[in-house]
C-alpha cells in the first residue's frame, strides 16, 4: 500500500499525494464545490472630494465606508470558517489514513477480525480500502477546496486593508470639516450679534428724549462748576464723574447707577448728530463720562486734582458713544 504525506500541513503537497492514491485505488474524485465564493465585483462608496464636500456628505460618505467594511469582513470570516473546515477534513484523514503505521494498524486489525475463511478476510480489506478510498476522496476535495479559497481570503484581506485605509482617511476630512464649519458658524453668529447691536444701535437714535428731565440735569451740572473731583464722591460738594451724571439726574426722580460701564447699559444709544442737551457721552474705553449741553460743549467731573468744568465734545479722549437717558 502506497506511503501517504506526513506534512499535512503543506497542502499542495498533501493535494498531490492524495491525488495519486484516489489513482492507485482506482477511485476518480470530483470537486463538490465547497466553496461559497465571493460573488461578484468589489462594491465601493461613491468617491467624495473631501476639499469641497460638506463635513455631512463627508460622514455620509465615511458611513458607506464603514458598512462596506463591514460587508467585506463578514465575507471574509464565512470563507476563513470554510477553510478550516477544509483544513480539518486534511488533517483528519491523514492522521486516520495518511501514514503507513495507520494502514497497516487499521488492515491488521480488520483481517483478524474476520472470519478465518479467505473470502472473508478479502472482503474485509476490499470494505476498507473502499472506506479508505472514500476518505481519500473526501480530503481531495477538501484540499481543491482551500486551494480556491486562499485567494479569495487573501482578495479579500486586502480589500480590508484598503477600507481601513479609507475610513481613517475619510474620518480625518470630517474632523477637519467639521471645525471648519463649527467656525464658520460662530464666526456668522459673532457677525449676527454684532449686525444686531449696529441696528439696536441704530435704532436708539430715535430714543425718546424727556426734555424737562434733561434740561434740569444740565442746569444741575453747570450749578456745580467748579467743584473738586473726588473719586467715588456723588456729592454734595465734590463729584467723579458719573457721580456728578447721577446727581444730575436724581433732581428729577431719575434713579442711576454709581458705574460708568453701568450706564452705559442703563441708556439708550444714539448717533452723534442727534446730541441733545443731557445727553451722555463716554469716553476712554467707558471710563469716563460727560453730560452734553449743547454747542458741541460738555460739563464732567475730569480727574483727581480738577474741577467740575465745561470741555469741548472733542477733548482729546477717544469716544466710545453718545446714550440718552
Known amino acids: 500500500m502506497a506511503q501517504a504525506c506526513t506534512d499535512i500541513d503543506h497542502r499542495s503537497r498533501a493535494s498531490a499525494i492524495l491525488r495519486r492514491i484516489a489513482a492507485y485505488t482506482g477511485v476518480t474524485v470530483a470537486t463538490v464545490g465547497l466553496v461559497t465564493a465571493f460573488a461578484g465585483s468589489r462594491a465601493h462608496a461613491a468617491d467624495v472630494d473631501y476639499d469641497a464636500a460638506s463635513a455631512s456628505e463627508i460622514e455620509d460618505h465615511l458611513d458607506d465606508l464603514e458598512a462596506q467594511r463591514d460587508q467585506t469582513s463578514t465575507s471574509l470570516d464565512g ?39 479467505l473470502g472473508a478476510k478479502v472482503s474485509t480489506l476490499v470494505e476498507y480500502a473502499q472506506e479508505q478510498s472514500d476518505k481519500y476522496a473526501e480530503a481531495q476535495t477538501a484540499a481543491e477546496t482551500a486551494d480556491e479559497l486562499e485567494p479569495q481570503i487573501a482578495d479579500l484581506e486586502a480589500q480590508v486593508t484598503e477600507l481601513d485605509a479609507q475610513i ?9 470639516a467639521a471645525e471648519e464649519e463649527a467656525a464658520a458658524a460662530a464666526e456668522a453668529e459673532a457677525e449676527a450679534e454684532s449686525e444686531s447691536a449696529s441696528s439696536s444701535s441704530s435704532s436708539g437714535s430715535t430714543a425718546e428724549y424727556s426734555e424737562d428731565a434733561a434740561t434740569a440735569a444740565v442746569e444741575f451740572a453747570r450749578d456745580q462748576l467748579g467743584e473738586s473731583y473726588v473719586y467715588g464722591a456723588a456729592g454734595p460738594d465734590t ?42 457721552v463716554f469716553y476712554n474705553g467707558l471710563g469716563h463720562v ?16 480738577d474741577v467740575v468744568k465745561i470741555s469741548d465734545l472733542d477733548m482729546g479722549m477717544s469716544i466710545d458713544g453718545y446714550r440718552r437717558i
Open 79 to 117: 470563507l476563513q470558517a470554510q477553510l478550516e473546515a477544509a483544513q480539518a477534513v486534511i488533517t483528519a484523514t491523514a492522521e486516520d489514513y495518511g501514514t503507513t503505521g495507520a494502514q497497516l494498524l487499521d488492515v491488521t486489525a480488520a483481517v483478524e477480525s474476520a472470519e478465518d475463511e
Open 168 to 176: 481613517d482617511e475619510a474620518q480625518a476630512a470630517y474632523d477637519e
Open 239 to 280: 463729584w467723579d464723574c458719573s457721580g456728578l451724571v447721577v446727581g444730575a439726574y436724581d433732581v428729577s426722580g431719575i434713579s442711576l447707577t454709581h458705574s460708568t460701564y453701568t450706564l452705559w447699559d442703563e441708556t439708550s444709544s444714539i448717533d452723534r448728530d442727534d446730541l441733545q442737551p443731557g445727553d451722555l
Open 290 to 305: 460727560a453730560i452734553y449741553i449743547g454747542d458741541g460743549q460738555v460739563i464732567h467731573a475730569p480727574k483727581p486734582g
